[in-house]
């Protein structure tokens, strides 16, 4: 079965800082990657998702992330935080079928709090 | 346009009573997926249902729990006799399932937030 481990429960930055959240997937086959955000009190944003080609994908907000088959990672970025990216990020990877759709369930990290210091 | 919607936002009950929670999809998706977020187990897929087919169940916790999706629209979640275990935010997804090798982003409704009892 599919796994995803975000490692950071927690992570702090300044305003203007770099981010790098951290996210390690267990699948068999190809994995659907997402990652979404979360404000307090509000539904899940999708940020970005990788799906085949280019493993650099770039998403909304300035983020991007990276996918690394050799290290089952898709870690998010972004160069320059700002005040508003405080929330919780989920990573999460999708399950395919044989056609190679992506279909059914999305199983999810624990997620990522993010804080902003001024 | 209209992004995935659900009522009510807030749910109070009283342990034992069953509760129907709803949710509104994008329109023309195929696709509608209930999650449940909790503190203590994150977030867990429940139940997925696509187009015709028969649902995966695979995540009902229980059998207190169902749900149903009427004329390929709109979907109830139903938990019957509920626990204080019940007790989380309930998230609804849609999708729009195209052909093979084409993506099938889930857009989320803002939850139901369950408290019981």
């Known amino acids: 079965a599919q796994s995803v481990t975000q490692p950071d429960i927690h992570i702090t930055v300044s305003e203007g800082a770099s981010l790098e959240l951290r996210c390690n997937y267990s699948y068999g086959a190809t994995p659907y990657l997402f990652w979404y955000v979360q404000s307090p009190g509000q539904g899940l944003q999708l940020l970005l998702k990788y799906f085949s080609g280019d493993t650099l994908v770039q998403g909304i907000k300035g983020f991007e992330a990276e996918f690394k088959r050799s290290q089952s990672s898709f870690n998010l970025r972004k160069p320059s935080v700002h005040w508003s990216d405080a929330a919780e990020y989920f990573c999460a990877v999708g399950t395919t079928n044989a056609g190679g759709t992506s279909y059914g369930k999305l199983t999810f990290g624990q997620g990522t709090i993010l804080t902003v210091h001024p | 346009g209209a992004g995935v919607s659900q009522s009510p936002s807030n749910k109070v009950t009283e342990k034992g009573k069953d509760v129907e929670l709803r949710c509104d999809p994008i329109s023309g998706h195929t696709a509608l997926y209930w999650y449940r977020q909790s503190l203590g187990q994150g977030l867990e897929f429940l139940i997925y249902?696509?187009?015709?087919?028969?649902?995966?169940k695979s995540g009902l916790p229980s059998d207190r729990f169902s749900a149903e999706r009427t004329g390929g629209s709109v979907s109830t979640l139903t938990i019957q006799r509920t626990q204080q275990e019940d007790s989380a935010v309930y998230l609804c997804a849609s999708s729009l399932v195209r052909l093979a090798g084409e993506t099938d982003t889930q857009y989320f409704g803002p939850g139901t937030r369950l408290t019981v009892l």
């Open positions: 249902f696509q187009g015709n087919s028969a649902p995966d």
